[in-house]
């Protein structure tokens, strides 16, 4: 079953939580400064004024900022992440806090929200670290509303052997050696990622998923498969 499981979700939450203060400096190396770029073609020309979002696994917030910067007008957005120490950093970098942002707390897997409630959710490099990916998926469709869009950016892993082979070359050896030049010794614990990379399915696996309760599924890989930039539309009804 795709997804990190229970016991080694809760030790890459607690690498998570013991990285804040560099989170977003080692993220924007490892990704070759890609991350924001990625972001934006995910979220460009997919989100409407007043539309209601969810930013599920938001972290520091950097989905909803690049929505804020892109949609130049209201948009209602709930910051929704399993650390609480993300989210009350997150609140020192909104200054000032848009009146439509929210917070609150949990897990992909059982979101405290209604059926058809949003109009877009996003996943900014997120979605890997579900607990039951699957079951993750099946939430965010039931939360968005008629026509919502599920966006993912994220690593992706190729069909190609070779491809993913490098790409995991990559994570395993290459990451730790970026993110100790950016952080010292501490950014080491962002090796973790190459663990969830491991549980992480192939592209077309993860489309497969998604094609199960989406109507529609526009799937871009960029650097040779490592990365993927998913608008999965629940419905066109």
Not at 3 to 14: C, F, K, N, P, R
Not at 50 to 60: E, R
Not at 148 to 176: A, C, N, Q, T
Request: overall charge positive; some cysteine.
């Amino acid at each position: 079953m795709s997804g990190l499981g229970s016991t080694y979700w809760a030790e890459v939450i607690e690498v998570l939580r013991s990285v804040i203060p560099f989170y977003d400096r080692v993220n924007k190396a490892i990704s070759l400064g890609n991350d924001t770029r990625f972001r934006i073609k995910g979220v460009k020309g997919r989100i409407n004024l007043g539309s209601l979002l969810l930013d599920a696994g938001s972290g520091y917030g950097n989905m909803s900022r690049v929505v804020l910067n892109e949609v130049k007008g209201v948009v209602n957005i709930v910051m929704y992440d399993p650390i609480p120490q993300m989210l009350y950093t997150a609140k020192g970098l909104f200054k000032p806090k848009p009146s439509g942002l929210t917070m609150s707390a949990g897990v992909f897997e059982y979101l405290p929200f209604k059926n058809d409630t949003f109009d877009a959710v996003l996943c900014g490099y997120s979605l890997r670290d579900a607990i039951v990916l699957k079951k993750a998926i099946s939430e965010f469709a039931r939360v968005l509303r008629n026509r919502g869009v599920l966006i993912i950016v994220d690593l992706g892993k190729p069909d190609s052997v070779l491809l993913e082979k490098l790409v995991s070359f990559y994570l395993r050896y290459m990451l730790g050696i970026l993110a100790f030049i950016v952080a010292g010794r501490a950014g080491l614990k962002f090796r973790t990622l190459h663990g969830t990379y491991l549980k992480w399915p192939k592209n077309s696996v993860l489309r497969e998923i998604l094609n199960e309760h989406f109507d529609d599924v526009e799937f871009q890989t960029k650097l040779l498969g490592g990365a993927i930039i998913i608008a999965a539309r629940k419905s066109f009804a």
